[in-house]
């Protein structure tokens, strides 16, 4: 009798664990390298602030997150079927609309394109038609600005990351590589030892707002309005720029002033 009554307390507590495992809300992000407001370390340790904004917002509606690294591609593609329920750092767009729901934003960014060239080659491209003569290089599934990513006319070959299209750009497969993140690029040259580059006169001057993407077809799609209002109000009362001065880096700026986009 008392073995029979230890299985059956036994039994009851195993049920309760289950029940809380059941009961967890847990909402499936990706992250990927793009320092410095992600950065993924040794054994794929990952941090940023927008690791720690996202994390927060979500604990204070009762869930919590559970991330995995993977290529920008491989989470567009799961945001469209619905395998991932949120990614940062989306970039607002016609297409993505159709299947993204846009948290945010955060604030809004100067994220000028530049055109990587070899050393000495600043002067090649001055202007948005001298991409027209030259194999440019850029990252799948990139938006990067729609005459640029609209354009037929520019010969464009593809790169899975940063890192693919730095070695493709050494050993002289591009004349350019198209770049959002500048910063993130000089980092990956860097680390190949390569120095022999440079940036070219034309960019393309754009200020766009810092989103989180929700696939709507995520399985707490009906969480959106709740956290979308947790988001900003975090923005609104400086809880995200406190976030990001943990890490020393520029928070997003506030407001809905859009810069005219144009070249310098």
Do not use: C
């Not at 299947?99 to 600043?122: M, R, T």
């Not at 799948?140 to 037929?152: E, S």
């Not at 070959?157 to 770049?179: C, H, K, N, P, Y």
Request: proline share 5%; no cysteine; hydrophobic share 40%.
């Amino acid at each position: 009798m008392i073995k029979f009554r230890g299985i059956l307390l036994l039994l009851v507590i195993l049920g309760w664990v289950g029940q809380g495992f059941a009961d967890e809300k847990v909402l499936q992000a990706d992250f990927r390298p793009r320092p410095p407001e992600m950065v993924v370390g040794e054994g794929e340790q990952i941090s940023g602030p927008l690791k720690d904004i996202l994390e927060e917002a979500v604990a204070r509606l009762g869930y919590r997150v559970q991330w995995r690294v993977v290529p920008f591609p491989h989470s567009l593609h799961d945001l469209e079927n619905g395998q991932v329920d949120i990614v940062p750092r989306v970039i607002q767009s016609q297409e993505r609309e159709a299947y993204v729901s846009f948290l945010g934003p955060l604030g809004f960014q100067d994220k000028d394109i530049q055109f990587l060239v070899h050393k000495g080659q600043e002067g090649r491209i001055r202007s948005f038609d001298d991409l027209k003569s030259l194999v440019v290089g850029v990252k799948l599934k990139t938006a990067y600005f729609d005459a640029f990513d609209k354009d037929d006319g520019i010969h464009k070959e593809t790169a899975q990351d940063d890192q693919s299209l730095a070695r493709m750009f050494i050993g002289g497969r591009f004349d350019t590589v198209a770049l959002l993140d500048r910063q993130s690029m000089e980092g990956v040259l860097a680390g190949l030892g390569y120095k022999d580059h440079a940036f070219a006169e034309y960019r393309f001057q754009q200020r766009i707002g810092n989103y989180y993407g929700m696939s709507k077809k995520s399985s707490h799609a009906d969480l959106f309005p709740a956290l979308n209002a947790t988001l900003q109000e975090m923005a609104v009362k400086g809880r995200v720029g406190e976030l990001y001065k943990v890490y020393g880096v520029e928070a997003p700026m506030m407001g809905p002033v859009e810069k005219t986009p144009g070249i310098k």
